[in-house]
């Protein structure tokens, strides 16, 4: 039996018993899981192994860090337009092979081009390219519920958090670093290939379907194989409209210090006196907060003004950053920890949520990738100061209250955020 074959029969099954929507959202799901060898967190434990065994200093590897991840950042519009074109199952398939490789490969880095060439390699294609594959398929299979449903995936970066960064210390710890390595490559394809080949469909129009499950009306179902009946602005009138730039400063800020927070929530807390297996177990106590608040946040962006939802997240940014300079012992450890967990909470279901919210699904993923662009620009340049910090004074924590300015300004911006003309279905929100 053909791949197509099983494929069909395998949604004949699941489609008589629920929306397929949700078996997509699965995927998508773990997808964002496997992202993990891209992400901070897990880099998180890494950074001082890597800097003893290659005598590299933390800025010097922030420096790589941000310079890799910058560079990759201008790929990902590419990749959007690649999604738009050849549809999110064939990309995300090439993409989860690159992945795992580009894992192997990062073990066997021996200086600083190669540690930027493999950071670059696993931020493109974990952090960026899997996360916007991922987004973009259940922003196709959901409309009303899609702030909901995309809080259920972002599900998979809490179960990320809490597996990744202690996973990360077990294998460093009774492997070495660079066997880690090798063990996350081999995990990401033995999750990610068999799903994504099985069971991904690109849209729901293309098997007879519509967003959300909803019936269609009489004699305007498509028949499957038809062209998606969505609409949407291009990209070029996307940009030509303000809630463009609104929305790409709050994700350029977001992503900019949440991704801080990741890459050195370990040695942040370990400069101010906490114990590094403290600091690393923290990860599970923001996982957890994340998991608990992850759908009620959905609810909130499918059920209150965008704007208002957006900027909440924002303060909630600004309180982390200044909440971790606060952490001195497991006592206050336990309260940052939570309130950082409701911080990704609103970056992940936002990450999928506003930009299909205001410019429609038509021409998501080049729009999409292009957002997902100014978002790791950010989380390129973040690193960097805090490092220099590390590096300069011994401290962060002046520089991380000073950069908690930036997600305030972002959230006052919000006021003036309203959905461009002609894109439709979301007035109750506006």
């Not at 933390?58 to 790589?64: F, L, V």
């Not at 009303?144 to 995309?150: C, P, T």
């Not at 970066?157 to 063990?183: K, N």
Request: proline share 4%.
């Amino acid at each position: 039996m053909s791949d197509g074959a099983v494929r069909a029969a395998i949604f004949a099954a699941m489609g008589k018993r629920w929306f397929y929507g949700w078996t997509i959202l699965a995927v998508a799901g773990l997808g964002i899981f496997a992202t993990g060898p891209g992400q901070s967190h897990n880099f998180s434990v890494f950074v001082g192994p890597i800097a003893e065994d290659l005598g590299l200093s933390k800025a010097s590897i922030a420096s790589a860090y941000g310079l890799a991840t910058l560079v990759a950042a201008f790929c990902l519009p590419y990749m959007g337009r690649l999604v738009d074109r050849f549809g999110a199952r064939r990309t995300t398939t090439v993409v989860v092979l690159l992945l795992g490789a580009a894992a192997l490969a990062f073990g066997a880095v021996g200086g600083l081009a190669s540690l930027a060439l493999g950071f670059a390699a696993l931020r493109f294609l974990g952090q960026g390219s899997l996360m916007l594959n991922c987004a973009s398929l259940v922003s196709q299979w959901f409309s009303r519920r899609r702030g909901f449903a995309l809080g259920l995936m972002a599900l998979g970066f809490a179960a990320s958090m809490a597996i990744h960064p202690p996973l990360g210390q077990y294998l460093t710890e009774t492997l070495g670093w660079r066997q880690a390595w090798v063990v996350l490559g081999v995990l990401t394809w033995g999750l990610m290939l068999p799903p994504v080949l099985l069971l991904v469909h690109d849209t729901p129009e293309g098997v007879g379907l519509r967003p959300d499950g909803d019936a269609a009306g009489a004699g305007d179902a498509p028949a499957k194989g038809d062209a998606p009946a969505v609409g949407g602005l291009t990209l070029a009138e996307a940009l030509r409209t303000s809630a463009f730039y609104i929305l790409g400063a709050g994700w350029f800020a977001i992503a900019m210090l949440v991704t801080t927070l990741h890459f050195y929530q370990v040695s942040i807390l370990t400069a101010q006196g906490v114990a590094a297996e403290v600091a690393a177990r923290v990860f599970p106590v923001s996982a957890l907060t994340m998991v608990v608040s992850m759908p009620l946040v959905g609810r909130m962006f499918d059920r209150y003004r965008t704007r208002r939802v957006l900027a909440a997240g924002l303060l909630v940014t600004t309180a982390s950053l200044v909440g971790v300079t606060l952490v001195r012992d497991l006592t206050t450890a336990v309260p940052y920890a939570m309130l950082f967990g409701l911080n990704n909470a609103f970056s992940m279901t936002m990450f999928g949520y506003l930009w299909p919210r205001y410019f429609g699904r038509l021409h998501l993923g080049s729009i999409q990738g292009t957002g997902q662009m100014i978002g790791v620009v950010g989380a390129s340049l973040g690193p960097l100061p805090v490092g220099l910090a590390f590096d300069l004074i011994g401290s962060a924590g002046g520089t991380l209250r000073l950069l908690a300015s930036l997600p305030l300004a972002c959230a006052a911006a919000t006021v003036f955020l309203r959905t461009p003309a002609g894109v439709t279905g979301h007035e109750h929100l506006d």
